[in-house]
């Protein structure tokens, strides 16, 4: 049987590296997307657990619904649509203020939108994509973002893209907006997304 040659054993050599190179690296790929999905993941349960952002999401889904207004609400009040849209109008335009209803409406969606922000933050700082936000938040996402002024049933989602663009949250907008584009992609819901029901802020 033949040895091989010192310039074969080179290359078997030189392909082992790039072989052993390659193995290395799909798993180091792999182990980063785990732990980025892992991180997604628990930044988004946090957020999603948050007494104010699920208020502001269930207020996002429905034009009028019973909710316990947060901080320390004992018992639920009706929120609808239009007393939302009021809510969050420009400080300027109320030179009389607000009612202490429509402030906790307001600072619900103020707890929303910056949560939505940080998120924007991070997909700038590409420590994650917007696909690693689609399943959490692609849902509230389309919603707010095809809302369309003349609707009277969607005032509210109307009125707080206005809001958030009055008080700065240029970077939850466009998340918003690319979130709503996922979403119409066709993306799989995941559990804190609402499945196979009727569509609340379209219907009410």
């Known amino acids: 049987m033949r040895m091989p040659t010192k310039d074969e054993l080179a290359v078997l050599a030189l392909v082992g590296g790039i072989v052993g190179f390659t193995v290395a690296l799909y798993q180091y790929r792999v182990a980063q997307r785990w732990k980025r999905a892992e991180w997604v993941a628990g930044e988004m349960r946090g957020f999603l657990d948050d007494p104010w952002v699920r208020v502001a999401c269930t207020l996002i889904d429905w034009g009028a619904r019973k909710v316990h207004l947060p901080p ?36 619900t969606f103020d707890r929303f939108l910056d949560g939505i922000e940080r998120c924007a933050a991070h997909v700038r700082s590409r420590l994650v994509s917007e696909t690693d936000f689609a399943p959490y938040l692609s849902y509230w996402a389309f919603h707010i973002q095809t809302a ?8 509210r989602l109307v009125q707080l893209k206005v809001f958030a663009r009055n008080y700065g949250y240029v970077g939850a907008l466009e998340l918003i907006e690319t979130l709503s584009k996922l979403h119409a992609a066709g993306l799989p819901n995941t559990p804190q997304q609402p499945t196979k029901r009727r569509t609340k802020a379209a219907a009410n």
């Open 72 to 107: 320390a609400a004992t018992e639920e009040v009706l929120v609808t649509d239009d007393e939302i849209r009021m809510a969050l109008v420009h400080h300027q335009e109320r030179p009389n203020g607000f009612s202490p209803k429509e402030a906790l409406i307001r600072d």
């Open 148 to 155: 369309r002024a003349g609707d009277p049933k969607v005032d």
